[in-house]
């Protein structure tokens, strides 16, 4: 992986904002984390997702904007962006830049686009260097630690199971981990979904999450658990990759 590293660094003169990680391919990413301080509409986490704080403000502005009548439904898709700009960016980093980004949920900041969905993500500052790696728990376990378990405590209150977002969060874990990892023919699913219990004896709340099956010769990333989006008007379908053999169609 630090050959990889090596690869994506960037000349002097482009921007890398956050992450030497975050350009090329990767350069939506500047607009996704960024500093604290250059996010001056970031609201603390603690604060956004304390009772009648924003949190719930910008599901109403989500729900009003898809036309969502289930509330489970319309939270599960809000957090699809939230997981997506959180864990992309910060595997990006961990992988590419051997970069271990500052992602605890009590330090970090997160401001919306107008309709209430995430845009952007502050942290305090550019984090550590850590060392490189191609071990699933290893890439993701101060990710799990510092942050997810906060953030799928705070979602299970609005009535979506832990297991939902456990899986809401897997597909993206899943695809920066065969983005990045060392071995490009891989085909088998990741340790990290396969093994009950976390490397310090722990429940491993990612098992099952995701699985690959053969569907009319085509290899797919299956869920275990169906985000709901099929509830939503104008949403389109993930395909294959849904766990409900009722909503697998063409995406």
Not at 41 to 50: C, M, S
Not at 52 to 64: D, L, V
Not at 108 to 116: F, N, R, S, V, W
Request: charged content about 20%; overall charge neutral.
């Amino acid at each position: 992986m630090a050959s990889a590293a090596r690869h994506i660094m960037p000349m002097e003169s482009e921007p890398v904002g956050l992450s030497p990680a975050f350009v090329g391919d990767h350069a939506w990413c500047q607009e996704r984390m960024m500093l604290s301080a250059d996010l001056p509409d970031g609201i603390p986490l603690p604060t956004f997702f304390a009772a009648g704080g924003e949190f719930e403000h910008a599901i109403e502005r989500y729900m009003a904007k898809s036309n969502g009548t289930d509330r489970r439904a319309v939270v599960s898709m809000w957090s699809l962006y939230y997981f997506s700009g959180l864990t992309i960016p910060y595997l990006l980093a961990r992988r590419l830049a051997n970069q271990s980004l500052p992602v605890d949920f009590r330090s970090m900041t997160i401001a919306l686009h107008p309709d209430g969905l995430p845009r952007a993500f502050g942290v305090p500052h550019k984090g550590t260097t850590c060392a490189a790696t191609d071990d699933s728990f290893e890439s993701v376990s101060d990710l799990m630690e510092t942050h997810l378990n906060e953030t799928v405590a705070r979602l299970k209150g609005c009535g979506l199971s832990a297991k939902l977002c456990w899986n809401n969060a897997a597909v993206y874990v899943d695809y920066v981990m065969r983005l990045t990892s060392a071995d490009k023919s891989m085909e088998n699913d990741l340790p990290l979904f396969i093994r009950g219990c976390l490397p310090d004896g722990g429940v491993n709340p990612f098992c099952g999450c995701v699985h690959y099956v053969e569907d009319e010769g085509e290899r797919v990333a299956r869920r275990k658990i169906c985000c709901l989006r099929y509830m939503l008007p104008g949403i389109p379908s993930c395909g294959k990759r849904c766990a409900l053999p009722s909503q697998r169609t063409p995406s």
